[in-house]
């Protein structure tokens, strides 16, 4: 029998505009609270979840606030890249980005697939 992921990426590319970005975290955080090393790859509009204030005040019902969702997860180890090309073309630097957050090319999310880690997309 193959053994069990024990690493899991979440690509979003939903934003803030679509309850799907909170579910993802809900399901990143759990995967934290289950065992998982869990990294998220936020592509498209989704690089706009991690903009500096950009979700303050957003809750999906009966979710947790997409803030504290987002925080959870960085507090706890996850990592969370944001895609290079994707904040190039919003314009964004760095210092437009809340911390905690890397600006990163797909080849660090593959990384973490080629060496077993389960994926999950939103």
């Not at 609270?33 to 999906?60: H, P, Q, Y």
């Not at 911390?99 to 697939?113: C, L, Q």
Request: net charge negative; with cysteine.
């Amino acid at each position: 029998m193959a053994e069990t992921p024990k690493e899991l990426v979440v690509v979003i590319t939903r934003g803030a505009d679509h309850e799907l970005s909170s579910v993802a975290f809900t399901i990143a955080n759990g995967g934290m609270t289950a065992g998982l090393k869990v990294s998220i790859f936020l592509t498209s509009a989704a690089v706009d979840l991690v903009r500096k204030r950009a979700v303050e005040g957003l809750v999906v019902h009966p979710l947790e606030p997409l803030q504290a969702l987002i925080k959870d997860f960085l507090a706890r180890g996850g990592q969370l890249w944001a895609c290079t090309p994707c904040v190039k073309a919003r314009g964004y630097e760095q210092s437009d980005l809340i911390d905690g957050v890397e600006i990163a090319g797909s080849s660090a999310m593959h990384e973490r697939i080629l060496a077993g880690a389960a994926t999950l997309s939103f």
